[in-house]
Nanobody, 123 residues
Framework: QVQLVESGGGLVQAGGSLRLSCVAS????????MGWFRRAPGKEREFVAA???????TYTDSVKGRCTISRDNAKNTVYLQMNSLKSEDTATYYC?????????????????WGQGTQVTVSS
């Protein structure tokens, strides 16, 4: 059974940092692009960041310069380091594994999803 399990969310003050982790089990995603999405209360799910097996990456404009996506293929794990957090970053963050190696920013390109981890930024 394939599982993606996120951790690292929590309550943090504005300006603080969090590091989200996502561990995959059940199969290796070493060659798949991996991504992070988020859903804020009352809003649609949105793309945050993605990384390829060869460490190419992309970010949504609102997190550029504040977030860093990385992966450890040996551990089947992807990370999202978030700094200078803002109240508008409050959301449930989801890890996802893409169906291919290609960098993808749309949810439809991802075939496996975690259950999410809550990030709450207090102002």
């Amino acid at each position: 059974q394939v599982q993606l399990v996120e951790s690292g969310g929590g309550l943090v003050q504005a300006g603080g940092s969090l590091r989200l982790s996502c561990v995959a089990s059940g199969r290796t995603f070493r060659m798949n692009a991996m991504g992070w999405f988020r859903r804020a209360p009352g809003k649609e799910r949105e793309f945050v960041a993605a990384i390829t097996w060869s460490y190419g990456y992309t970010y949504t404009d609102s997190v550029k310069g504040r977030c860093t996506i990385s992966r450890d293929n040996a551990k089947n794990t992807v990370y999202l380091q978030m700094n200078s957090l803002k109240s508008e970053d409050t959301a449930t963050y989801y890890c996802a594994a893409a169906r291919s190696t290609a960098l993808a920013v749309t949810a439809g390109a991802y075939g496996y999803w975690g259950q999410g981890t809550q990030v709450t930024v207090s102002s």
